[in-house]
């Protein structure tokens, strides 16, 4: 029996299991809730019941030095290995992953999941997750979904998300000084349909970031297939890095900058628009449009960052390249935006919806420095060398207290923030990287 083969058989032996557990006479789920048991406890002891080993935040399996600077207790090891010509994937990580079930015309389908923060400290500590209390806003703004559980301790969402679409992406042609970025043509190689968003109520009222993954239809472009070069997928479901059968899973990281220092580790996984989603490899996510509010802060439940659309392609000095024009030209996205970021996870107003300020460049680029922090960003605005990107949607800044110069384009990307390591981790590996 191949790899593939058996991976189905587990997946339908589940269905079945759980559909005999906890569906009534007329074929649905039973969402009937179990008030004795914590929503901790639930989800933990659904990993416990998939193969995997639940976090323990009294004697977790995995501890970190302060030199990796791990955000993420949860996380199951993490590969800091960023050369790719070595590597193909470049830097990973491996996740706890949760089965539930997503909301279809044809009726319940199972949906695989992964959860990295939540909007109340204790839920937090014992999922291993971060702790972003500014989640809450977004209860009531439509641009949530809401979740329930199964009598089993399975959630069920409202919402579905379809991987079987295949990836494209054309770039742009020369525009002055943009070149690749904007994209002439985009096509998201997944999307959700008007009812999913990862900011997810459960019945508490406590918000979790819960970002999928899997489901019959493929996987997300984040999971990278070792057997290939790294980067093709293909929504095949026999990969090695998405195992239900050990309640796990494997995403490839990003780079970016935070504060003047590089290695700002994150994951992608989906966006409210359809550029960010193709280029980044996301889900397509419109729902997340309707989130508050794009273009404050520290208002609303999101935090800006500040991608390039126009930053250097070519490494002329050692320090990389960066940029939504760089990701665009590169092939299958072995290119990362490298995007700037104002502060990490440690931080209470962090919270991992980021609303994009991109900035555009009106020097050549062989004169374009990488940018770093926010600082560096204002300080380029106020002497002209950048400018907000003439595709903001926003005409002046708005209340914005990271910026008051750059306005905001109205992309929202799901991108939260697992690790910002030291120089001495790079190239080392932690735990068990890979499934």
Known sequence: MTMKNLKTLLLSISVLTLFAACSNDDDTIDTTPTPTISEADLLLESIRQDGGIPYDADNPALTFTEAQNVFLPSVLGIDYRVDRSVVPAGPTARFPMFQGWETTPNGPRELYYVITEASDRELA????????????????????????WTEDGRLVFEGSVDFSPKRSLVPGGADGLLFGFPPAEVNPGAIADAAWSSYV????????????????????????????????????????NFAPDQAAVVMQLLDGWQDGRPYYFHIVTDTSDPAPATIELGVFAPRL???????????????????????????????????????????????DPTNTFPIDPR???????????????TIPEEDRPILRSFDQINELLSDGTLIPFRGNVNPNPLENSLSDLLTATGAIINCPVITQPDASVIGTQIGSPRN
């Not at 999922?127 to 972003?132: D, K, R, S, W, Y």
């Not at 931080?347 to 460049?361: K, L, N, V």
């Open 347 to 361: 931080d209470e107003r962090y919270a991992p919806m980021w609303d994009a300020h991109i900035t555009e460049f």
């Open 125 to 148: 500590r014992e999922l291993g997750v971060i702790f972003a209390p500014r989640m809450a806003d977004a209860i009531g703004s439509g641009g949530e979904q809401n979740a329930t």
């Open 201 to 240: 109520v459960l019945p508490s009222g406590i918000v979790i970031n819960a970002q999928p993954v899997a489901n019959s239809t493929g996987i997300h472009d984040r999971i990278p297939n070792p057997e290939g070069n790294g980067q093709e997928q293909e929504d095949d479901l026999d990969n090695p």
């Open 289 to 335: 449009a309707q989130l508050p509010s794009f273009g404050l802060f520290p208002g609303g439940s999101m935090l800006p960052f500040s991608p390039t659309a126009n930053g250097r392609t070519i490494d002329t000095d050692g320090n990389g390249v960066q940029g939504l024009n760089a990701a665009s030209l590169s092939d299958r996205q072995v290119q």
